[in-house]
Structure formats: structure tokens, C-alpha cells
């Protein structure tokens, strides 16, 4: 059951840059009984396993940015380890933080969703237009800010940071096929510093801080099919009709967390 959850839902996350890590928590939760905290690092450690067979597709199909992803990792990173401390010694079951999420996401989906990719930019590697957003030392300062706030989210929530990062980076013109590549390979490194942080933790704590090994695995294997797959397919899909996708994906995420806020 879990194999087959992961792989349809990462099937339909990965072409948006998104691992899917946050879409399965409810799975996690009601399905599985994964314990608080222990779904954050479990979470982080499904983004560990699985985004390898994606990262390497688009590695593939010459779609990684390597400057924008250093970039986005350079945050993501430090920011995780930092949330991981957060999540385990000031807020087991965050609530607050929940509703400020939905509320940047919602709005941020229904844009995506009005709105046409912007005209007029520049031709990318992969025959993509790309504005070269990180070349800029303030515009690059901006995103490793960005980053390591949406690192710490991911330390408190078990999520790798695409799914904040990919829809802010995608609406502000950078395209669908850039944008993927470099947001999972940030989920990568920050899942892999996540979980290292929550073992180290869990040395430390009584309950259940460590990951569900067993359940994380299976999904993340799922996830591994399913991310290769979504990866192939995103190649053939319009940057329009990813969008759109992005926004469903992003919405979806969003009315997540407002009902996680809310409850």
C-alpha cells in the first residue's frame, strides 16, 4: 500500500519540483500511525530515497541548473538543521506555523493557476526560456535567504523545501523545466541533513524523534519509480499545462496545512 501511494503521488509532484513528501504525511498519520514527531524525519527520509530516480532523469535529459541549485541548497541546509532542533525541542505539534504556510501557499496556487508564464525570456540549455535569476550577488543573497526559511520549514515539517520553493521560483518567471531539477536536488541534500539532525537527536530524547526506517524506506522506493517516471514525462508536458499542474499541487499542499492550522 505504501509502495503504491508514494509512486502515484510522486508521479504527479515531480514534474512541479515537488517530492511529494508533504502530500503522504496524512497518509502517514491516518493510514500508517506514524507518531509525532517521528513523521518529520520519516518524511524527510521518503525525500532521501526517492528523489534519486528523478534527479537523475533530468540529469539525463541535461535539465539541471547546478548555480541555481548550490544556491538553493547553500539555504535549504543549514535552515533544515536548524528546524529539526525547532521541531523537537519547542514544537512537537506546531500549529501556528501551519496556517502561515496555507497562507502563503493558497494565494500562491491560485496565481499560478490565472496567470500565463511571462513572455520574452531567455533561451535555457534546454531550449527553454530562463532568466538568469541567480546571477545577480543581491538576487542570489535574496534566494539563499528564502531558502534557509523554507529549510527550517522543512526541518519542522518534514518536507524538503519544493514545494515552497518551486512555485515562488516558477511565479516569479523562471520555467517549469529549470525549476524541477533544482528544487529536488535542494530536497535531496536538505532531507539527507534533516535526518542525520533527527538520528542525532533522537540520541538525546526519549519517544519517537528518530525515522520510521521501515516505513520510510517503503514509500521513498515508490517514490523512486514514481520520481523517475514523473521526471520522463515532464519533458513532453507545455510549461502551461505545468503551471496549471504546479498550482493543483500547491493548493492541495496548502489546504493541507490550513487544515492542520485549524485542527
Partial sequence: ???????????????????GAVLLLPFQVSVLGTPSPAVTPTNLLYNVVATPGALYRYWRQGQVSRRLALVLIAGTTPGVVAGSVIRVELLPGPQGFALVVAAVLIPLGVWLGLTRPPAGQQPGADGRTEPDFESSPRTAAWLVALAAAVGCA?????????????????????????????????????????????????????????????????????????????????????????????????????????VIGLT
Fill in 154 to 258: 522543512g526541518g519542522i515539517y518534514g518536507i524538503g523545501g519544493g514545494s515552497i520553493l518551486a512555485p515562488v521560483l516558477i511565479g516569479t518567471g523562471r520555467p517549469p523545466a529549470v525549476v524541477a531539477p533544482a528544487a529536488l536536488a535542494s530536497t535531496f541534500v536538505t532531507s539527507v541533513a534533516g535526518v542525520l539532525t533527527f538520528a542525532v537527536l533522537a540520541v538525546h530524547h526519549a519517544g519517537p524523534v528518530a525515522p520510521d526506517w521501515p516505513t520510510g524506506i517503503a514509500l521513498g522506493l515508490g517514490g523512486l519509480a514514481g520520481g523517475y517516471t514523473g521526471a520522463r514525462v515532464q519533458a513532453r508536458l507545455p510549461d502551461l499545462l505545468l503551471r496549471r499542474l504546479i498550482a493543483l499541487v500547491v493548493l492541495a499542499i496548502g489546504v493541507r496545512y490550513l
Fill in 1 to 19: 500500500m505504501a509502495l503504491v501511494a508514494a509512486f502515484g503521488v510522486a508521479v504527479v509532484a515531480t514534474p512541479a519540483g515537488v517530492s
